[in-house]
T-cell receptor
């Protein structure tokens, strides 16, 4: 069963606009990670937020984590056509061996129109 | 530094055939894993390993075998391919420590497998 669920499934915006993607999960986690996948390629790690963190920034990316609601959001500011990709959240809920069993959601397909 | 290398990139099998998907990493990562990606289902963990000689099952292990004889290599074997195993397979690796690794996964570019 999927631990993380992304919302929306697809998002289409214009260049320069902000893009927000949400992820909900079911169980307690050690950390939550966001990955990006360009068409026909492997996933690339974007950002990791630990369960005791509430917000994290990396360049144009901002990730928030609300453990009480079991949800996270990824904000991409000032989007570019090159940001067009699928974005996945992944949760690490391993109890003893953290990092052994990342569970991925189904992803959000982001299209940024020039 | 090549990262995670998967071969082959594409493969077509007939039902019942066997094959091995290769995965190698040159980052000295302890943790390696195999995922399959299907439309509408995200990535699902097949098998993983936290070091040479150690493997464990993931969410969907049936029909697949793995071994980890070296730190660098983690091959995935399909003993008798079935159409349900048509998918894109990704190998991923990371650093790992017991009780709190928090290391990101590094992915290969995938093997696209079709079983007819």
């Amino acid at each position: 069963s999927q631990q993380g669920e992304e919302d929306p499934q697809a998002l289409s915006i214009q260049e320069g606009e902000n893009a927000t993607m949400n992820c909900s999960y079911k169980t307690s986690i050690n950390n939550l990670q966001w990955y990006r996948q360009n068409s026909g390629r492997g996933l690339v790690h974007l950002i990791l937020i630990r369960s005791n963190e509430r917000e994290k920034h990396s360049g144009r990316l901002r990730v928030t984590l609300d453990t009480s609601k079991k949800s996270s959001s990824l904000l991409i500011t000032a989007s570019r056509a090159a940001d067009t990709a699928s974005y996945f959240c992944a949760t690490d809920a391993s109890e003893e061996t953290s990092g052994s069993r990342l569970t991925f959601g189904e992803g959000t397909q982001l299209t940024v129109n020039p | 530094n090549a990262g995670v290398t998967q071969t082959p990139k594409f493969q077509v099998l007939k039902t019942g055939q066997s094959m091995t998907l290769q995965c190698a990493q040159d980052m000295n990562h302890e943790y390696m894993s195999w995922y399959r990606q299907d439309p509408g289902m995200g990535l699902r963990l097949i098998h993983y390993s936290v070091g040479a000689g150690i493997t464990d099952q993931g969410e969907v292990p049936n029909g697949y075998n793995v071994s980890r004889s070296t730190t660098e290599d983690f091959p995935l074997r399909l003993l008798s391919a079935a159409p349900s195993q048509t998918s894109v397979y990704f190998c991923a690796s990371s650093y790992w420590q017991r009780f709190g690794s928090n290391s990101p996964l590094h992915f290969g570019n995938g093997t696209r497998l079709t079983v007819t």
